[in-house]
């Protein structure tokens, strides 16, 4: 069963940068489809990016787009989520979550069984 650690978070002003790791305990071409979730108190988790490790396909929530960067290190099973111009409304807990089956949608909660601990990600105004 792969394990997933996230590290990277923080706490930044708003327009700020920060770049989130997720290391996987094996190869990710195991559970070829890995996302960014993330949720904040009294929110739904939602998902931020996607990325299909074999493929290098990629998708973003509309709100982060042009903002956000997914991209992998396959030779270090790492994905990684670039983040600029944070906004404080991206502050939340982030989480690196992964699958091994296709789905219907890449940001469906229920379809990814492998989930890290999550990353703290603050933006101050």
């Known amino acids: 069963q792969v394990q997933l650690a996230e590290s990277g978070g923080g706490s930044v002003q708003a327009g700020g940068s920060l770049r989130l790791s997720c290391v996987a305990s094996?190869?990710?071409?195991?559970?070829?489809?890995i996302a960014w979730f993330r949720q904040s108190p009294g929110k739904e988790r939602e998902g931020v990016a996607y990325?299909?490790?074999?493929?290098?396909?990629?998708y973003y929530t509309t709100s982060v787009e042009g903002r956000f960067t997914i991209a992998q290190d396959r030779a270090k099973n790492t994905v990684y989520l670039r983040m600029n111009s944070l906004r404080p409304e991206d502050t939340a807990m982030y989480y690196c979550?992964?699958?091994?089956?296709?789905?219907?949608?890449?940001?469906?909660?229920?379809?990814?069984?492998?989930w890290g601990q999550g990353t703290q990600v603050i933006v101050s105004s």
């Open positions: 094996e190869s990710t071409d195991n559970t070829p489809h």
């Open positions: 990325i299909y490790t074999r493929g290098g396909t990629t």
């Open positions: 979550a992964a699958r091994t089956q296709a789905a219907d949608s890449w940001d469906k909660v229920l379809a990814y069984p492998y």
